[in-house]
C-alpha cells in the first residue's frame, strides 16, 4: 500500500515520475501526486483518484530534473486533495513524500501547532515535513535525521528541497526502500517495479539507514555511522512481465501463466533418486532439519490459508505438528519461541509489515525461520535465515493467484525434504515427485475449462451471499475460495468446515443462498457428500469442486479438476475457484485488478 518515486538526474522528472507511479497502481491507493523542483519553488500536483487522473491534472509545461511522487492509501483522514502526498512545508520549499504509520503523530501535530504551525492536512505524514523545515541543522540531511529521530512508527521517506535542488534524501524504517542506479541519474522508490524500465541495479536500504541521493551517485548512512558501505545488486525482472500481454486483465494474464511458472519453479528442485527435494535456500543441515519437532507457519489473508494448507502436508508426510496463524496476531499474544520449532513466514511480496514483525518477533527471541517469499531482495527475504523462494514472476493483480498457487507447491517441497528426513518412505517420496511433476500439465486442464467456469459465475455472482464449505484438507481451499470470491466480487462470502454445519452454519441455507462445497476424491468423501445433501434438503443451491468420476448423488452444478495425489490436491483444487471469483467479478463489472479498499503489498500494520 502506498508508493514512492523519485528522480534525480538530467532528464525532466514528471514523466519518469508518473511512469513510475502507474508501476506501483498494484499496491493499491485512493490519490497521486508528484512535486518537482522548478527554478523558483516546488511545484506539487495532487489529485483524488487514479494516476491517469493526476495525469490529467499535471499542466503542459512542467520542468524540472529532480523530483519525488506518491501514491497514496488513506490512513490518517479520508482520499482528498488536501490530504494526497506530496506534502509541503508552511512556505513551500521543503517537500515530502511518506509511507508507513507515525505512531506519535498526534504528540508531535500538537508540539507543532503550539510553535504556531499550521496544518492543511489532517494526516500523520505532514508533521514529518514541518519536523524538516523547523530543523535547526544545516543540510538537508541532518534535517532529514533530525526529524526521522523524533518519530516513532514506520517510514519510508523522501525529501527535496529547494534549498537544496541537487539531491533527494530518503529514510527508511519499516517500510520498504529501494535505490536504482542509473547513468549520470538515480532513482528511488518503495517497489523495484517501479525502476526496471530504467535501471537493473539497485541499492535496498535497511532500517535505520538514510541516503542522500545525487545524479552522481549516492551515500548512505545512519544516525550512528556518517557513512554505510552497500553491496549493488541486479534485478532480473523485466519491463515487459509488467505488461498485459494481450489478457484483459492481471489477473487473467497471472492465473494462465501458471503452468509456466509451475515448471520453472520445480526445475532442479526434484530429486528422483532419492525421492526427495532440494532447498538448498534454507541453509539448513538435514542433521539440524531433523532435530526440529514443530512447525509454525505465519502469513496474513491467502499467505496464511495456504499456510494452513501447507501445515496438511507437512503433518501428513513428515509426521510431526504443524500448524498455520494469522502473523498479525502472533506477536501481540506474547508468544512462546521454541528451540525445536521452524517458523515459515510467507508473504507474497516479502514486505508484508505484519509478516516481517513477526519475523524479528521470532528472531528476538532466538528462533529458527525462514521464509516462503516471491520477490527476490524484499524485506522478508533478506530478514529470514533462509528460504524458499516461489519463482511464480511478478504478481500486479491485488488478488493472489499464481503467487499463492506456488506457496502451495513450496509447502509440498518442505513436507517432503522434512518427510524424508523421517519416516516418509522411498516409494511415498517417489509418488509424491511424480505428482509435483504432473501438476503444470493438471493447471492446465483446468484453466482450459474457463469457460464452463465462467458460466457457473454468472449465476453465483447474482446471489448476495455464499457459503464455502470443506472438510481437513478441503477447509483451507474454501477459506482461499471465500477470500478471492469476496475480495473481488464484493460478494460476502464465508468459509465454514463442513463438520461443523449443524453446528450453526445450517440455519442459513436457502434457496437464495448458494454454497459451494471442495470435495475431493479422499478418504472423507462419504462424510463431505452427506453435508451435501444436508444442504440440498434444505433448498441450498449447490456448486461442487470435485473430482472426475465421483458420484455426488445430489443435483447441482459441478467443476471437475483432474486427481493428483491426496496430498497435493488441494493445490489444485484452488485453481477453479480463482476462475470463478474472476468471472463473478467481470460479470458485476467491478475492478478486478485493484479492487478498492485493498491493497498488493500491505506494508503498514
Known amino acids: 500500500m502506498c508508493g514512492i518515486v523519485g528522480y534525480v538526474g538530467g532528464q525532466h522528472a514528471a514523466p519518469i515520475l508518473v511512469e513510475g507511479l502507474s508501476r506501483l497502481e498494484y499496491r493499491g491507493y485512493d490519490s497521486a501526486g508528484i512535486g518537482v523542483l522548478t527554478s523558483g519553488a516546488p511545484r506539487v500536483v495532487r489529485t483524488v483518484g487514479r494516476v491517469r487522473d493526476l495525469v490529467d491534472a499535471l499542466p503542459k509545461r512542467l520542468a524540472g530534473t529532480v523530483g519525488i511522487g506518491h ?51 489532517e494526516t500523520d505524514t505532514e508533521v514529518l515535513v ?37 539531491r533527494i534524501v530518503v529514510a527508511r524504517n519499516g517500510s520498504p526502500l529501494v535505490l536504482g542506479i542509473g547513468e549520470k541519474e538515480m532513482f528511488v522508490a518503495s517497489d523495484v517495479s517501479a525502476l526496471v524500465r530504467h535501471t537493473s541495479q539497485v541499492v535496498h536500504l535497511e532500517d535505520g539507514e538514510l541516503a542522500s541521493v545525487t545524479a552522481d551517485g549516492f551515500r548512505t548512512f545512519t544516525a550512528q555511522a556518517r557513512d554505510v558501505p552497500k553491496t549493488t545488486e541486479t534485478v532480473t525482472m523485466t519491463a515487459d512481465e509488467l505488461e498485459l500481454g494481450g489478457h484483459g486483465t492481471f489477473m487473467h494474464k497471472e492465473m494462465h501463466e501458471q503452468p509456466q511458472t509451475l515448471l520453472r519453479m520445480l526445475g532442479g528442485r526434484l530429486d528422483d533418486r532419492f525421492a526427495t527435494a532440494r532447498l538448498d535456500g534454507l541453509r539448513i543441515e538435514p542433521r539440524e532439519l531433523r532435530q526440529f519437532r ?44 521454541e528451540p525445536d520449532t521452524l517458523y515459515v513466514a510467507v508473504s507474497q511480496s516479502g514486505e508484508t509489515a505484519d509478516t516481517l514483525f513477526a519475523v524479528r518477533e521470532i528472531q528476538r527471541k532466538g528462533g529458527r525461520v525462514v521464509g516462503l517469499v516471491n520477490v527476490v531482495g524484499s524485506s522478508i527475504a533478506r530478514a529470514c535465515d533462509g528460504g524458499v523462494y516461489l519463482h511464480a514472476g511478478p504478481e500486479v493483480a491485488v488478488a493472489s493467484t499464481k503467487a499463492l498457487t506456488h506457496m502451495g507447491v513450496g509447502f509440498a517441497l518442505l ?35 474457463e469457460k464452463a467456469i465462467a458460466e457457473v459465475a454468472a449465476t453465483v455472482a447474482q446471489a448476495p451471499s455464499l457459503f464455502f464449505l470443506g472438510r481437513v484438507r478441503g477447509y483451507p481451499v474454501a477459506r482461499e475460495g471465500a477470500q478471492k470470491f469476496k475480495e473481488i466480487s464484493y460478494r460476502h462470502a464465508e468459509a465454514y468446515p463442513a463438520s461443523e454445519l449443524k453446528h450453526g452454519p445450517l440455519a442459513l441455507v436457502s434457496p437464495e443462498l448458494p454454497t459451494v462445497a471442495i470435495v475431493p476424491d479422499d478418504e472423507l468423501l462419504e462424510r463431505n457428500v452427506g453435508a451435501l445433501h444436508e444442504v440440498s434438503a434444505r433448498g441450498g443451491p449447490l456448486l461442487v469442486v470435485t473430482h472426475e468420476g ?40 467491478q475492478d478486478i485488478d485493484r479492487p478498492r479498499n485493498l491493497a498488493k503489498s500491505v506494508t503498514v500494520e
Not at 513524500?97 to 506519535?104: A, M
Not at 494469522?326 to 499474544?333: G, L
Open 415 to 449: 513436507a517432503l525434504l522434512l518427510g524424508r528426513l523421517h519416516d516418509l518412505s522411498f516409494a511415498d517420496g517417489a509418488r509424491i515427485v511424480e505428482g509435483l511433476k504432473k501438476l503444470p500439465d493438471q493447471v492446465a486442464a483446468v484453466l482450459a475449462e
Open 294 to 337: 514443530r512447525v509454525k507457519i505465519l502469513g496474513c489473508g491467502s499467505a496464511y490459508y495456504v499456510g494452513q494448507m501447507g501445515a496438511s502436508m507437512i503433518e501428513d508426510l513428515a509426521r510431526i505438528p504443524a500448524d498455520a496463524e494469522p502473523a498479525s496476531e502472533f506477536r501481540y499474544r506474547n508468544p512462546i519461541i
Open 130 to 166: 514541518h519536523l524538516v523545515a523547523r530543523s535547526s541543522a544545516v543540510t538537508l540531511e541532518d534535517k532529514v535525521l533530525d526529524a526521522v529521530s523524533q518519530v516513532v512508527g514506520t517510514w519510508a521517506v523522501a525529501v527535496v528541497s529547494a534549498d537544496h535542488p541537487d
Open 550 to 589: 465421483v458420484d455426488l448423488g445430489v443435483a447441482c452444478a459441478r467443476i471437475d479438476v483432474p486427481k493428483n495425489e491426496p496430498e497435493l490436491d488441494p493445490v489444485l483444487l484452488t485453481i477453479p475457484l480463482q476462475l470463478l471469483a474472476y468471472h463473478a467479478a467481470l460479470v458485476l463489472g
Open 71 to 121: 501514491t497514496r492509501w488513506a490512513t490518517h483522514g479520508p482520499a482528498t486533495t488536501a490530504n494526497a502526498h506530496p506534502h509541503r512545508s508552511e512556505d513551500g520549499r521543503i517537500v515530502l513524500v511518506h509511507n508507513g504509520i507515525i505512531d506519535n503523530a498526534a504528540a508531535l501535530r500538537e508540539r507543532l501547532e503550539a510553535a504556531g504551525v499550521t496544518f492543511a492536512s
